[in-house]
């Protein structure tokens, strides 16, 4: 989904977080005779009675499962002033028989649809609040195969589904808004074809999901006829339109085969930045060539996005409608494109079986962000993403888990659904987390197999322990500890660790420390990083299973100090960056010492690590570019130990600086760079 301006080191928001409510032919006395087209799609329809669709292991089943939604739309007045929100459709649903049953029930909205017959095996209706009960011909017994006519129309109200605006069209449903524009069985974990065919004014350009199979001019009236070879959940059916759209095409060759391509359809505003549109139609080649490389080729026929006109009522970033995103104004901005392109692989293809595993959408297109950013800057880029993607979930945390089995059974409100500290930055870094826990191969080659798995996800649904069982059978081990203590528990760990150095015998003891009341112990491996008084650093790399645990080291060399987490690969904790260290008792460090801050680029705190030899007056003094000194960390006498002294330049710009401790006789200066 999309993102939108939420703080200042971040231009988009990773996909609709806060607010998301967004989201054929003339019904008349001439309904019921039907065009060539028409004819068309109902044999197609028909032709869905020897498909037997599969779901993943533990998708929610329903008494019916529908395969097909048949819309017909007459949407000409809605691109002419006074721009009604009204019109008229039929919508033919072909559906799969679960469990024996003589009626339907399918979510439509009171407010905005009025239901007006019903056909083919629809004997009668009725419509009472949101839900539209169809009774049916007979009595139908599971594999059964039967077809629904609804003829209906939108009533001419804004809601939040269905937007006309000055001569554009458009519609935006997460999670629950398809319901708002057309009657169906609106839940995630039923994905349907879609075949759709809408009469506009020819002055019109209008796109919808699946590729274009025909269009047809009669006078002033062109009927677009859009046809989704993929099955699509319903919040991700689209239908965009605007009188003087502009249309670009590029293609990208396929990896399998060099000589097929897929088309990639850009619609775009007359004032939209004409340069950040050329630029994203550069880079989407690449990009699906990236993704496809790590993720399994592109899975659709078409790959789509339209700019939304400003004041038409999409303020928010983009919205992953399948093969045609939805952009904000000029949204031709490369992190959010990234974002909802990613999605075209986790949420359209792979799409959630209920609203508690959002995060396999947001936190998989959040991440994919950072890995555009590897790809495209390199590992330094990617790790500024996450961390800054860290920071604010650690800043705005709410102190609730990202999986709550609550909302696969009551639909949550959005402003929880789609938090950006959960859903969107936590789901991030619990992947960056794996990552650094797994090591980049085995991580990489989990995350494939996933996302190329056709018996169980591709074209399909998801549910969160399916995610895990599949991640822990790839990578040979058990990983329901980590998803256990990342997801299903809220909050993160809060570090206080210890350590002691014993010069005589060059033996150096860790005790590994979380002091966190609001949530349990977390399970993770830990980076140690030891200095010596001479040559260069180690690291050990630990398992901590338990709360004050002590591991115990003796070396060759002289240790001085020790960093916990060097690279702060751990990145949802707090106070953990540095070991705070303790003299044993009568025992001095060897020598005076620097290290480099820690982290480093960083944005906006880091920590200073330093080694006293002899109680002195230490002063740690923070200086620009040009000589200026901007901050004074510390100012104190300090007695002989290792220290590490947190430091927060929020209030600075971005940029290089130089640190300068003293100590008596002792002075050294190394370089930090903030990086916002």
């Given at each position: 989904m999309e993102r939108w301006n939420i703080i200042s080191y971040s231009a988009v928001l990773r996909n609709c977080i806060i607010v998301i409510l967004l989201c054929g032919s003339t019904v008349s006395s001439q309904a019921q005779k039907m065009t060539g087209?028409?004819?068309?799609?109902?044999?197609?329809?028909?032709?869905?009675?020897?498909?037997?669709?599969?779901?993943?292991?533990?998708?929610?089943?329903?008494?019916?499962?529908?395969?097909?939604?048949?819309?017909?739309?007459?949407?000409?007045?809605?691109?002419?002033?006074?721009?009604?929100?009204?019109?008229?459709?039929?919508?033919?649903?072909?559906?799969?028989?679960?469990?024996?049953?003589?009626?339907?029930?399918?979510?439509?909205?009171?407010?905005?649809?009025?239901?007006?017959?019903?056909?083919?095996?629809?004997?009668?209706?009725?419509?009472?609040?949101?839900?539209?009960?169809?009774?049916?011909?007979?009595?139908?017994?599971?594999?059964?195969?039967?077809?629904?006519?609804?003829?209906?129309?939108?009533?001419?109200?804004?809601?939040g589904a269905f937007y006309t605006s000055s001569g554009m069209v458009f519609t935006d449903c997460e999670p629950e808004g398809a319901r708002k524009w057309f009657p169906c069985w609106d839940r995630p974990s039923d994905k349907a074809t879609l075949d759709l065919t809408a009469k506009v004014p020819t002055s019109v350009k209008l796109g919808s999901n699946g590729r274009l199979a025909?269009?047809?001019?009669?006078?002033?009236?062109?009927?677009?006829?859009?046809?989704?070879?993929?099955?699509?959940?319903?919040?991700?059916?689209?239908?965009?339109?605007?009188?003087?759209?502009?249309?670009?095409?590029?293609?990208?060759?396929?990896?399998?085969?060099?000589?097929?391509?897929?088309?990639?359809?850009?619609?775009?505003?007359?004032?939209?930045?004409?340069?950040?549109?050329?630029?994203?139609?550069?880079?989407?080649?690449?990009?699906?060539?990236?993704?496809?490389?790590?993720?399994?080729?592109?899975?659709?026929?078409?790959?789509?996005?339209?700019?939304?006109?400003?004041?038409?009522?999409?303020?928010?970033?983009?919205?992953?409608?399948?093969?045609?995103?939805?952009?904000?104004?000029?949204?031709w901005d490369e992190d959010l494109v990234s974002h909802e392109f990613a999605h075209h692989w986790f949420g359209d293809m792979i799409s959630p079986a209920t609203w508690a595993d959002v995060w396999l959408n947001e936190g998989f297109a959040t991440y994919c962000e950072a890995l555009w950013d590897e790809h495209t800057g390199g590992y330094a880029?990617?790790?500024?993403?996450?961390?800054?993607?860290?920071?604010?979930?650690?800043?705005?945390?709410?102190?609730?888990?990202?999986?709550?089995?609550?909302?696969?059974?009551?639909?949550?409100?959005?402003?929880?659904?789609?938090?950006?500290?959960?859903?969107?930055?936590?789901?991030?870094?619990?992947?960056?987390?794996?990552?650094?826990?797994?090591?980049?191969?085995?991580?990489?080659?989990?995350?494939?197999?996933?996302?190329a798995d056709s018996v169980n996800f591709r074209m399909k649904n998801v549910v969160t322990d399916d995610f895990v069982e599949k991640m822990s059978d790839v990578s040979g081990q058990d990983l329901h500890w980590f998803f256990n203590e990342w997801l299903k528990e809220p909050?993160?760990?809060?570090?206080?660790?210890?350590?002691?150095?014993?010069?005589?015998?060059?033996?150096?003891?860790?005790?590994?420390?979380?002091?966190?009341?609001?949530?349990?112990?977390?399970?993770?491996?830990?980076v140690l990083k030891f200095s010596y008084d001479s040559g260069p650093d180690s690291t050990i790399r630990v398992i901590n299973n338990v709360n004050n645990q002590k591991f115990t080291f003796t070396f060759t060399r002289n240790p001085t100090s020790v960093v916990f987490d060097p690279d702060d690969d751990i990145v949802l904790k707090e106070n953990g960056s540095l070991v705070s260290v303790k003299q044993d008792a009568g025992s001095r460090p060897w020598s005076y010492h620097l290290d480099q801050n820690h982290p480093n680029p960083f944005n906006p705190a880091t920590h200073f690590g330093f080694t006293i030899a002899e109680t002195r007056l230490v002063i740690l003094k923070i200086y620009d570019v040009l000589g200026k000194e901007?901050?004074?960390?510390?100012?104190?006498?300090?007695?002989?130990?290792?220290?590490?002294?947190?430091?927060?330049?929020?209030?600075?710009?971005?940029?290089?600086?130089?640190?300068?401790?003293?100590?008596?006789?002792?002075?050294?200066?190394?370089?930090?760079?903030?990086l916002k």
């Open positions: 087209a028409q004819l068309c799609s109902l044999k197609r329809m028909k032709q869905y009675g020897t498909i037997m669709k599969e779901l993943s292991p533990n998708t929610p089943q329903h008494s019916f499962d529908v395969l097909n939604y048949t819309l017909s739309l007459d949407l000409y007045s809605n691109f002419l002033s006074p721009y009604p929100e009204s019109y008229q459709a039929t919508n033919t649903i072909t559906f799969k028989v679960d469990s024996t049953l003589n009626a339907i029930q399918l979510n439509a909205d009171h407010s905005s649809l009025t239901i007006d017959s019903v056909s083919l095996a629809g004997k009668s209706f009725s419509h009472t609040g949101n839900i539209l009960t169809v009774t049916l011909d007979s009595t139908y017994h599971p594999n059964a195969t039967v077809s629904v006519r609804i003829y209906f129309h939108h009533n001419n109200i804004a809601d025909d269009s047809t001019k009669i006078a002033d009236t062109i009927i677009y006829h859009w046809i989704s070879r993929d099955p699509i959940a319903t919040y991700l059916m689209v239908v965009t339109g605007k009188v003087g759209y502009n249309l670009d095409k590029e293609y990208w060759r396929k990896i399998s085969n060099q000589n097929d391509s897929i088309p990639f359809l850009f619609y775009w505003n007359a004032d939209d930045s004409v340069a950040w549109l050329r630029n994203i139609e550069r880079e989407i080649l690449p990009m699906a060539t990236y993704y496809s490389t790590l993720f399994g080729e592109y899975p659709f026929e078409k790959g789509g996005f339209s700019t939304i006109e400003q004041g038409a009522g999409f303020v928010w970033g983009g919205m992953e409608n399948q093969t045609l995103i939805s952009l904000e104004y000029n949204g880029e990617y790790k500024n993403t996450m961390l800054l993607d860290a920071n604010y979930y650690l800043t705005e945390n709410p102190g609730s888990p990202i999986y709550d089995p609550q909302w696969a059974i009551s639909t949550p409100d959005v402003a929880a659904m789609f938090n950006g500290a959960i859903t969107y930055y936590k789901g991030a870094c619990v992947l960056h987390m794996l990552r650094y826990t797994l090591g980049d191969s085995l991580f990489f080659a989990s995350i494939k197999a996933y996302a909050n993160h760990p809060r570090y206080e660790n210890t350590c002691s150095i014993d010069p005589g015998t060059r033996t150096v003891t860790v005790t590994l420390n979380q002091t966190q009341s609001n949530a349990p112990f977390f399970t993770m491996p830990a901007v901050a004074t960390a510390v100012n104190a006498t300090m007695k002989p130990g290792v220290y590490s002294i947190p430091w927060d330049a929020a209030a600075l710009p971005s940029g290089i600086y130089f640190y300068r401790l003293q100590a008596g006789q002792f002075v050294q200066t190394k370089k930090l760079v903030l």
